[in-house]
């Protein structure tokens, strides 16, 4: 059901650049044994990746499979410049996706079905699933896109195709905050075929995580609109939109949005599967 009454969304996008040669080095990163923090500021031309079989296109690699880092996902703010894309996108038959539209518009084709995107739109891909991505545009798009491994369960199907937009799906309040603290889901929690989630978190000024997190699933969160002061681990770190934190299972977190407008972020986790035993 759309949320008519929400206000209007913004998604932060970088757009590269390079700091002037006066510019100070001190800065907000931080790599830590539980957690991580890539400020904004880092998104920088030098520091782009390119991909095969992608035309004009670069991008951010801010998480992926690495030890003492992401053990689960990996997650990339593609920039695809007017005409730019791929027909060919995705090189593992096993890895399912998940795009997050922060800026500008594209055509996605998945199981013959095409699709247009704008900021705001959200696709999940099952693993072993064709799909296309072409920026027909006059701007240049920009999104993330989170892969995993898809982890089979017996006698349950991999998940379907999703194509669907935030602002048509009205977000769940976490109980007794007063909708100072809510969630977009574009899955539901109970479908027991999905691994992952993608979700789309909202804090209204003042709101809080009431107390500190500590559980199995791995994070990443890229925040979307505003600022907050987030616990990680043993620290208070300061946040704003543009910054990417990753979290290990475990690592304690909670939040204060102290800005003054909505603290969002885009948050990944992986979900709904045994502990694996054994590497």
């Known amino acids: 059901m759309k949320d008519q009454a929400a206000p209007q969304r913004t998604y932060y996008a970088p757009t590269g650049g390079l700091p ?41 690699v801010i998480a992926r499979p690495l030890t003492g880092f992401a053990e689960t996902f990996s997650q990339y703010i593609m920039e695809v410049s007017p005409g730019g894309g791929s027909t060919t996108p995705e ?53 993330h896109w989170i892969r ?27 109980p007794g905050t007063e909708g100072r603290w809510a969630t ?8 027991l075929r999905h691994d992952m989630h993608v979700t789309v978190v909202t804090f209204e000024p003042g709101g809080v995580i009431p107390f500190e997190e500590t559980h199995v699933m791995e994070h990443g969160l890229y925040v979307l609109e505003g600022k907050a002061v987030y616990r990680l681990n043993r620290d208070w770190v300061e946040v704003e939109a543009g910054d990417f934190m990753w979290l290990r ?28 035993l054994s590497l």
Not at 184 to 191: A, E, G, K
Request: hydrophobic share 40%.
């Open 20 to 60: 002037p040669q006066t510019a100070l080095h001190t800065g907000r990163a931080v790599f830590t044994e539980a957690y991580a923090v890539i400020p904004r500021g880092v998104y920088s031309d030098i520091v782009t990746s390119f991909l095969p079989h992608w035309e004009a296109t670069r991008l951010w």
């Open 91 to 143: 090189p593992d038959p096993a890895a399912e996706g998940v795009l997050f539209v922060v800026e500008g518009g594209a055509t996605l084709t998945v199981a013959g079905q095409t699709h247009a995107l704008n900021p705001g739109s959200y696709a999940y891909l099952p693993p072993a699933t064709p799909w296309t991505l072409l920026n027909d545009t006059g701007a240049p798009v920009r999104f």
């Open 148 to 174: 995993k491994r898809y982890e089979p369960a017996e006698g349950i199907p991999a998940p379907d195709p999703l194509v669907l937009d935030e602002r048509d799906i009205a977000p769940a309040a976490m």
């Open 184 to 191: 977009t889901r574009f899955v539901d929690p109970t479908d």
């Open 249 to 276: 299972a475990f690592c304690p977190q909670a939040c204060y949005a102290g800005g003054p407008g909505r603290f969002r972020y885009l948050l990944y986790k992986d979900v709904n599967r045994h502990a694996r």
